[in-house]
């Protein structure tokens, strides 16, 4: 029972124009969403954040969206760079913090 | 440390094989969490600990998963009995508090023949 889905798995994007990532989830208790970066044989790197009192939080050319009505949120990458190519994961959380459930992943490839 | 240190980086048993799979979280970071991630696949929670008390072990797929964190710093995840779908990408995390997010080392990969 997968709470959290990514159900594109890859994107391919030119250089310089906009990455957009999505992902949906079915819980509407989860209150808190964290987007991850992952390159082959490392550990998953925390990108953004963000709270479910938000709809968008910013850093950079990261900005992510969050629409609780639609249970949906989005990681915008403008403009992307080749060294953006990796594997993005979106994970939430309940609350109770103890746990954050992650979805599949899409893989970002940016063609220079 | 400057971050979170996992080893072995690879292992591989024979399946009815024990393997204990280390974890040193940053400095400083009361929380840890283990995570199991199959090919394809996101993270999937194992268990978490604050300090030294496991308080979530819903995770552990079976009763020969077992994790410890005795002096609240080094963690070590223990799995009996190896079988091949235990084959996987165990990944450490820790973190100060949600906001952060976690900080994950870079894992163990784990292939039980």
């Known amino acids: 029972d997968q709470q959290v889905k990514q159900n594109s798995p890859s994107l391919s994007v030119q250089e310089g124009r906009i990455s957009i990532l999505n992902c949906d989830y079915t819980?509407?208790?989860?209150?808190?969403f964290l987007w991850y970066k992952k390159y082959p044989a490392e550990g998953p790197t925390f990108l953004i954040s963000?709270?479910?009192?938000?709809d968008k939080n910013e850093d950079g050319r990261f900005t992510v969206f969050l629409n609780k009505s639609a249970k949906h949120l989005s990681l915008h990458i403008v403009p992307s760079q080749p060294g953006d190519s990796a594997v993005y994961f979106c994970?939430?959380?309940?609350?109770?913090?103890?746990?954050?459930?992650f979805g599949t992943g899409t893989s970002l490839t940016v063609i220079p | 440390g400057a971050g979170v240190s996992q080893s072995p980086r690879y292992k591989v048993a024979k399946r009815g094989q024990d393997v204990a799979l280390r974890c040193d979280p940053i400095?400083?970071?009361?929380?840890l969490f283990w995570y199991q991630q199959a090919l394809g696949q996101g993270p999937e929670f194992l268990t978490y600990?604050?300090?030294?008390?496991?308080?979530?072990k819903s995770g552990l797929p079976s009763d020969r998963f077992f994790a410890e964190r005795p002096e609240g710093s080094v963690s070590t995840l223990k799995i009996q009995r190896t079988q091949q779908e235990d084959s996987a990408v165990y990944l450490c995390?820790?973190?100060?508090?949600?906001?952060?997010?976690?900080?994950f080392g870079s894992g163990t990969r784990l292939t039980v023949v």
């Open positions: 819980n509407s208790m989860f209150d808190y």
């Open positions: 400095s400083g970071h009361v929380s």
């Open positions: 600990f604050q300090n030294e008390a496991q308080l979530d």
């Open positions: 994970a939430a959380s309940d609350g109770s913090g103890n746990q954050f459930y």
């Open positions: 995390a820790s973190s100060l508090d949600r906001q952060g997010g976690y900080t």
């Open positions: 963000i709270s479910s009192i938000k």
